[in-house]
């Protein structure tokens, strides 16, 4: 089984709009990290935000939130007033394991962005 | 800060060739990775090391891959001889993982093309 699934490969959104990019993961360890990166053309990983598992509040960085429903094994991006600069690849990607000894990131496939004028 | 650095920036080689990646980590980080990622693809864990030691490299190809991490800062990735399907961006991120998220911060990657 997939452990990050991302089901959107493309999407195309006006500006100024919301967007959320869905993003689901498969673990059994209690104890994990989940996190967004942006890769633009140029190629770098950008790193967005961060939620740990036993945060109990949902993560927000300037415009970006994470929509986190641990029962649900959701994770979900979230960008509010979208901005062409946000055209991008977006991946989520998960850390199982305390930070101690097991950082491995797990990857999705990644959606397209593209923020129409 | 300076953030992860990487050189050179793209390669092109014929295969059989070898070659060599390098990167420099952001400085306090104590853990390093090398990370593959093919076309329309996540990125994949190739090596991690703690310090200087490689704590996980399973999924390196140690055929044809190596890699060092001498005094526990840069680190050099190498491939030898490469092939057509090693033809990929070859990524390198750190973190510090003591505590707190242990978030990696990547480099701008090295983009292979194998002839």
């Known amino acids: 089984a997939q452990k990050i699934t991302q089901t959107q490969p493309g999407m195309f959104v006006q500006e100024k709009e919301a967007v959320t990019l869905d993003c689901t993961y498969d673990t059994s360890d209690p104890s994990y990290g989940l996190f967004w990166y942006k890769q633009p053309s140029s190629g770098e990983m950008i790193f967005l935000i961060y939620?740990?598992?036993?945060?109990?509040q949902n993560a927000t960085e300037g415009r970006y939130s994470l929509n986190f429903q641990k029962a649900r094994k959701s994770a979900n991006l979230v960008i509010s007033a979208s901005q062409l600069g946000d055209s991008a690849m977006y991946f989520c990607?998960?850390?199982?394991?305390?930070?101690?000894?097991?950082?491995?990131?797990?990857f999705g496939t990644g959606t397209r962005l593209t923020i129409i004028p | 800060e300076a953030g992860v650095v990487q050189s050179p920036r793209y390669k092109i080689i014929e295969k059989k060739q070898p070659v060599a990646f390098w990167c420099n980590p952001i400085s306090g980080h104590n853990t390093l990775y090398w990370y593959l990622q093919n076309l329309g693809q996540g990125p994949e864990l190739l090596i991690r090391y703690e310090n200087e030691e490689a704590v996980d490299d399973s999924q390196l190809p140690k055929d044809r891959f190596s890699a060092e991490r001498l005094k526990g800062v840069d680190s050099t990735l190498k491939i030898q001889p490469a092939e057509l399907g090693d033809s990929a961006v070859y990524l390198c991120?750190?973190?510090?993982?003591?505590?707190?998220?242990?978030?990696?911060?990547f480099g701008p990657g090295t983009r292979l093309t194998v002839l």
């Open positions: 939620q740990g598992s036993y945060d109990q």
């Open positions: 991120a750190s973190s510090y993982t003591r505590g707190g998220e242990g978030t990696q911060y």
């Open positions: 990607a998960m850390r199982e394991g305390s930070n101690f000894g097991n950082e491995k990131l797990t």
